[in-house]
């Protein structure tokens, strides 16, 4: 094998390399010590993909996105009143977190980056 070929090769594995790393490095993997709470944050403020309508982090386009979650400090979802807890943060109205994806305040369809 000639020293250019070689050069080409190690350069196409560097590069899948490369590639292979930044995907993990966009997929959500669980933080030490922190949950997910999914509607609790502001239109364009959630920690990464919230389902139709985003693709990653900051791209919620809705205050609240029941399907948008951000990282809080584990147990801390249950203040922003997740189901059995007395809510020690206020938000908007009735609204409140959730450990599991909720079915409101969602885009219209063709809103936001589908």
């Known amino acids: 094998m ?3 070929s070689s050069a080409t090769n190690t350069a196409l ?3 899948a390399v490369a590639t292979a790393l930044a995907g993990a490095a966009s ?10 709470c999914f509607g609790i944050s502001l239109a364009g403020q959630n920690d990464c993909a919230a389902g139709p309508g ?3 982090a900051g791209t919620s ?6 399907n948008a979650w951000k990282w809080v400090p584990e147990g801390d979802c249950l203040k922003y009143g997740a189901p059995g807890a007395n ?3 206020m938000m908007y109205g009735t609204r409140r ?15 936001g980056n589908s």
């Open 2 to 4: 000639s020293s250019r």
């Open 54 to 56: 985003t693709n990653c």
């Open 97 to 111: 977190g959730s450990l599991e994806p909720l079915d409101r305040d969602l885009p219209e369809p063709g809103e």
């Open 87 to 89: 809510a020690d943060y």
């Open 61 to 66: 386009t809705v205050h609240f996105q029941g």
């Open 13 to 15: 594995l560097a590069s």
């Open 27 to 36: 997929a959500t993997p669980p933080m030490k010590d922190k949950e997910q």
